[in-house]
């Protein structure tokens, strides 16, 4: 019974009144006859009661969690309570009839209150509007909590009047008494009865006390953001009277004087005026510094654009405006070999017309937290999702989509200066992340065994092959040759983890190209993207982390940094900046950008040691001529929006075509139903292909079982008969030491013969 009196004393001091959002304390929990009750940390937070073995387990490890939603609860007798919801029954017991009643008056509220908003969600989920705005959902969000407060001081009221009807009737049983023993039982019924009518009215005031802060705050905010709103009107309706003042002016301007108006189509330029350009260019010219965040793990540095009297053009490495410059900068560039610019990346025509189209995505609402709110931790491919929040692409295609630009890899086999061609290696690698900017949702996992090639040796003059050549952990192999001078070869393994606010994607693993003239050999590998908004709000995307791309051969670099998004930061967003290095660690190029746009390139003409940043870190200073522009973001089709937001390449890579192998992702019956429109029948078709996957799985591994038991030869150590890919197979990487699954071949020669005896039935 000590121990009772330990583990109340414990609760009444860290536990905060019944009426606010959190109840902490000390409860015994019912184990097993064995142990019987053992005292218990439970917090009771968001409709939620969880139980600790200590406090210090809240930080990592949970032992069991109930929804006051749907729970029951009961109190047996003084001192003990039982909560059930569905087949879970917590039999909790507190060490007096007081502190018993303020975990049954908390566990109350929080129920009432959890109730509320589970039907507010429900009733909520398909009456948002994709397009509301921040404003209107502030506003929305203020009122659901005044009322949520409001419901709190009701049912706090109800607690009150049930606790005072208690206690009259503890007093009038206390006038009625003739026995003095008795006596003094009832008037210690009576002393707990005013104790817990007290507790429960200090709940109501705090209750009413929050309600009115609330109130008057958000009353002040309104009233403040109403006035904001009445000026901007009238500012708008002052400048809308300018402008038609003006257009009025100018139209009968032009009237007045048409011949004039006709004859001089081009009006020269008059040595004032030029004067007056130069004067403003030049002033321009005084603001061209421009300061760049530190990198991760080399010194922070400012880059200067060096004066050309012959040129007044200011430099934008930061990227916050346009830098004027057009695809031909890269031609004019004369500080780039002119090998690199003899030929144009898109020279060939297409011989194909490909589709620009697909059907439009139908508008079906579903309730995503209804799906995910039990997925919490878990790795993302081993969650059953509807095609609802798929595209109908699969993991496959979108990592053939890093060849949208492939023309920089042809550009840059062209190049003799090794370090030129890593600033249009580096421009390849940023522009892989271009096509996610508005793709927020989910790629299709591909089957064990899936491939997809894309043929474009015609067209462009490479190949791609891609497998899905594990399932758990999910990898895909990916190799592309080119005959326009090189190869590109990975896997990927995609560890992904949904946090509840975001969903965070790594992909782990090499991305290997190699030239075939020079020989040099770059490695590097992909950044962090992050999903954000996933319960509440617009989806959007985001990609942070660093780059670092190396030439094996001339041990070369080029660090990039992608700088996570911030609102409080004055950078431009989705900001991609990097310095190209030689072995010896001297920078020779500035590159900058943005990951959804376009990448510049400056090359450096001087440096110099500079004073210290705010964080103490010493700054070098680059003074690098005008940059250049090195890749360029294609814009997307007309009607995007309605077509997942696909590029012109994306649209093409589901289409169907001739010769292509049985396992290919254009042959997956649940996508195509999907990009027809027909979801019901898409997510029909998606359970029977992965039950079907895990049919397989499971006789595979009983036949392993069974071979193993029937050999009994456990020195060996041999597998049996481990899956294999088709197309890849395992081997070690000489230059990261890795093992990981390289093309073996055979592919492109079995399409030519017409021969895919050899795939098996995944479909």
């Not at 121990?3 to 609760?11: D, I, M, N, Q, T």
């Not at 397009?131 to 009701?154: A, C, H, M, P, Y």
């Not at 439009?360 to 790795?379: A, Q, R, T």
């Not at 001087?606 to 003074?623: A, D, F, N």
């Amino acid at each position: 019974m000590s121990e009772l009196g330990k583990g109340s004393a414990s609760a009444s001091t860290a536990a905060p009144a019944p009426g606010s959002d959190t109840y902490k304390g000390w409860l015994f929990k019912w184990t097993n006859y064995l142990k019987g009750y053992q005292r218990r940390w439970f917090v009771l937070s968001n409709g939620l009661l969880s139980y600790y073995r200590t406090q210090a387990e809240m930080a990592h490890t949970c032992r069991g969690t109930i929804n006051l939603a749907t729970a029951h609860i009961d109190t047996e007798d003084a001192c003990n309570i039982v909560l059930s919801s569905g087949g879970r029954t917590y039999h909790l017991k507190a060490s007096t009839e007081v502190e018993r009643q303020r975990w049954v008056t908390a566990l109350e509220l929080a129920k009432a209150k959890a109730i509320r908003m589970m039907n507010d969600q429900s009733d909520d989920s398909g009456d948002e509007e994709p397009t509301s705005q921040s404003d209107r959902s502030e506003i929305q969000g203020t009122l659901k909590i005044l009322v949520s407060k409001l419901d709190d001081l009701s049912t706090c009221n109800d607690l009150i009047a049930k606790h005072g009807a208690a206690l009259q009737r503890s007093l009038s049983e206390l006038e009625g008494l003739k026995v003095p023993l008795e006596g003094g039982e009832k008037i210690k019924a009576v002393n707990e009865r005013a104790t817990l009518f007290r507790i429960t009215s200090n709940a109501m005031i705090n209750a009413c006390r929050d309600f009115l802060d609330l109130a008057e705050t958000h009353c002040r905010r309104l009233q403040r953001a109403l006035q904001y709103e009445r000026e901007q009107r009238t500012h708008l309706e002052e400048t809308i009277e300018q402008l038609a003042k003006q257009h009025n002016s100018l139209e009968r301007a032009w009237r007045e004087a048409p011949t004039h108006a006709s004859s001089t189509p081009s009006a020269p330029t008059t040595g004032q005026g030029s004067e007056r350009v130069n004067k403003e260019d030049a002033s321009d010219e005084d603001e061209d510094t421009e300061y760049f965040d530190a990198m991760e793990d080399s010194h922070a540095f400012i880059t200067v654009t060096a004066t050309d009297s012959t040129q007044h053009r200011r430099s934008q490495s930061n990227l916050s405006g346009a830098s004027g410059g057009q695809a031909s900068d890269w031609n004019q560039d004369d500080h780039m070999s002119p090998s690199c610019n003899d030929v144009s990346g898109k020279e060939l025509l297409p011989r194909r017309q490909r589709r620009t189209h697909i059907p439009d995505k139908p508008n079906y609402s579903l309730n995503l937290w209804s799906i995910m709110k039990n997925c919490i931790g878990k790795e993302l491919s081993k969650i059953p999702m509807p095609v609802n929040f798929n595209e109908p692409l699969s993991m496959l295609q979108r990592l053939t989509e890093d060849l949208e630009y492939h023309e920089l890899l042809d550009k840059a086999a062209r190049c003799e200066s090794s370090l030129e061609q890593m600033c249009l290696v580096a421009a390849f690698s940023v522009s892989s992340y271009s096509t996610t900017v508005h793709r927020t949702a989910k790629p299709f996992n591909p089957l064990l065994g899936e491939t997809y090639e894309l043929d474009r040796l015609e067209e462009f003059g490479y190949r791609s092959l891609c497998e899905q050549v594990s399932h758990h952990p999910p990898a895909a192999a990916h190799h592309v040759i080119s005959q326009r001078g090189w190869t590109l070869w990975q896997e990927i393994t995609i560890a992904s983890k949904f946090r509840g606010k975001y969903l965070s994607i790594m992909p782990l693993g090499a991305i290997h190209l190699q030239f075939h003239s020079s020989g040099n050999h770059y490695v590097w590998r992909k950044v962090t993207s992050t999903v954000h908004n996933i319960i509440v709000g617009k989806l959007w995307i985001d990609q942070s982390g660093d780059i670092e791309i190396v030439n094996n051969r001339t041990k070369e670099t080029c660090q990039l940094k992608f700088s996570p998004y911030s609102y409080f930061s004055r950078d431009v967003p989705r900001k991609v900046t990097g310095v190209v290095a030689d072995s010896g660690g001297q920078a020779h190029y500035i590159l900058s950008g943005t990951w959804d746009d376009k990448m510049e390139s400056a090359k450096i003409i001087q440096s110099s040691r500079g004073g210290s940043g705010s964080e103490g870190k010493q700054k070098t200073v680059y003074q690098t001529l005008s940059p250049k522009l090195l890749w360029k973001k294609y814009p997307l089709p007309e009607n995007a929006e309605n077509m997942y937001h696909f590029s012109a390449l994306a649209l093409t890579l589901n289409e169907p075509e001739d010769g292509v192998a049985l396992t290919d992702s254009r042959l997956r019956p649940d996508q195509r139903l999907m990009e027809e429109g027909r979801w019901d029948e898409a997510n029909s078709e998606k359970q029977r292909l992965e039950e079907k996957q895990r049919a397989v799985r499971r006789r595979r591994e009983a036949e392993a079982t069974d071979a193993l038991d029937e050999e009994c030869d456990y020195d060996s150590g041999r597998d049996y008969e481990r899956y294999q890919p088709l197309w890849f197979h395992q081997r070690r990487d000489s230059v990261t030491g890795e093992t990981n699954f390289v093309y073996r071949g055979g592919y492109w020669e079995s399409k030519e013969r017409e021969d895919w005896s050899m795939c098996p039935d995944i479909f």
